[in-house]
């Protein structure tokens, strides 16, 4: 199956996405890797969707990526005695670890490391930031705060606090249990939720220790503040605009998507922009104009994946949620500008002979006019570096590693071909021409270029850039 596209497409699975059929139907209308939210569904729920991944990707030939999403730290307030207050405008309001039901007074907040974080003048967004208070006292166990916006709040409300450093570890209890289970079963991806800093990332990266890609998700404003460190410790960053809309200025987030989609584009860490993008879609068949366009940006920056969540996991279209975003990355990517955009940013190379063959490897494709580039890769880390050159030629990833295939879907412009490892030089050219041949890249008397590394099978060794023939008597041969 060879996708017309090179902009990847994450989708969510749910209540609307658990059937074997339907799941099929969205791979076949251009899912490249399936998200498991552990925010929802047990881990019955979560391994019976599993094994229907595996079971179609067996069945089309294919790998695809498998990326669970933890839930990290939800910091809520406790219950009211009838449900729900109104606070209003310029009213005192307490915060305490009485989980007593609260009043117009008072509230719990059952979060004791989240209340030693409280300092005066710490902004409160409660209820996805449709309330505001501001702390202008704390004591022993409780803070006083003065309602900036109110309104009504109920019972087990969400709470964000976008200026303070929270003293809790991104990996939950919940986390750890969830986190041991999808690394027994096998998933490629692990998204870690409520990043604040570098150390959250090498604390998840410490525990899968290699099993699996860790992605941070960018949505606390601390996280923006520490953004080269988070990326550089990173497998790969998630612009999680749900929480990260909520505790910024709404007008600052696009800024901030660019910022972060060009940074991992630059470290050459695979980024998706995630959150609302064809939210609409969840009881619509078609997406408004906005929305395309918001897709379409998003593609337009070199993210190399966009995500659906509810469209896909719980909405009315999810075949047809899909479909769209896979239209819109195909339109976007015929577009000049498109071209010129991804040609106009190549980020710095490193001083290796790995960086430099795929940089090399990307403009003599475009010189001859070569139908792919085919780099080999047992780790994944070449292919990475041909992805970042975000160049127009197709490339094609081969790879002995089933697991590497996977991960590796995720990354903008990468075929991923699961086979042997070439035996030696003449093998790896022969192996190359025919994957070609038969993915329906290339076409005998045409051009490939080819990236690999001697000895062969040698993670890090790539030190070869050859251009081959597609001919007609090795494709005989085959």
């Not at 967004?125 to 166990?141: A, C, I, P, Q, R």
């Not at 705060?145 to 709040?153: D, R």
Request: charged share 25%.
């Amino acid at each position: 199956m060879r996708r017309l596209r090179k902009t990847k497409i994450l989708a969510t699975l749910g209540p609307a996405s658990t059937e074997p059929e339907i799941v099929e139907k969205l791979h076949l209308a251009g899912v490249d890797v399936f998200r498991l939210n552990f925010s929802h569904g047990e881990h019955a729920d979560h391994k019976d969707r599993y094994d229907t991944i595996r079971a179609l990707e067996l069945k089309q030939g294919r790998p695809i990526g498998i990326l669970a999403d933890l839930q990290g730290p939800k910091i809520r307030v406790g219950t009211f005695q009838d449900t729900s207050i109104i606070l209003e405008n310029g009213a005192s309001f307490q915060l305490d670890l009485d989980e007593t039901p609260g009043d117009i007074n008072r509230v719990s907040l059952p979060h004791p490391k989240v209340m030693e974080s409280l300092e005066v003048g710490t902004n409160l967004l409660l209820d996805d930031g449709k309330l505001n208070l501001k702390v202008t006292s704390t004591g022993d166990h409780t803070v006083t705060c003065e309602v900036i916006t109110g309104g009504k709040l109920s019972d087990r409300k969400g709470v964000n606090i976008p200026n303070a450093i929270i003293k809790v570890s991104a990996l939950t209890e919940k986390d750890r249990r969830d986190l041991d289970f999808a690394l027994e079963i096998g998933v490629d991806w692990i998204a870690l939720s409520f990043v604040q800093r570098p150390e959250d990332v090498a604390e998840i990266k410490k525990i899968v220790a290699g099993r699996a890609g860790v992605m941070a998700k960018i949505e606390k404003p601390a996280a923006v503040e520490h953004l080269e460190g988070i990326i550089e410790l990173s497998d790969a960053i998630m612009v999680a605009r749900g929480d990260l809309g909520v505790e910024i200025p709404l007008q600052k987030v696009p800024s901030i998507q660019k910022q972060i989609i060009a940074m991992a584009r630059e470290a050459g860490k695979p980024v998706v922009v995630a959150t609302q993008m064809l939210e609409s879609m969840i009881t619509s068949p078609v997406p408004t104009r906005a929305e395309v366009t918001d897709v379409a940006n998003a593609i337009y920056d070199g993210a190399d994946a966009v995500m659906l969540s509810a469209e896909s996991a719980a909405g009315d279209f999810p075949i047809e949620a899909v479909t769209t975003m896979s239209d819109i990355a195909e339109e976007i990517e015929i577009d000049p500008i498109y071209r010129k955009m991804m040609d106009a940013h190549h980020g710095l190379l490193e001083a290796t002979t790995a960086d430099a063959i795929s940089a090399a490897a990307s403009q003599v494709a475009s010189t001859i006019s070569a139908t792919a580039v085919v780099t080999y890769t047992t780790s994944g880390s070449t292919a990475l570096r041909a992805s970042r050159e975000r160049g127009e030629t197709p490339v094609l990833a081969l790879t002995p590693s089933l697991n590497t295939a996977r991960r590796l879907a995720i990354a903008w412009g990468l075929h991923c071909v699961f086979t042997k490892d070439a035996e030696n030089f003449s093998d790896m050219v022969e192996k190359a021409c025919n994957t070609c041949f038969k993915e329906g890249f290339s076409r005998p008397g045409e051009r490939i270029v080819i990236m690999a590394g001697v000895p062969f099978g040698t993670p890090g060794s790539t030190n070869i850039l050859r251009i081959a023939w597609v001919g007609e008597k090795k494709l005989n041969s085959a």
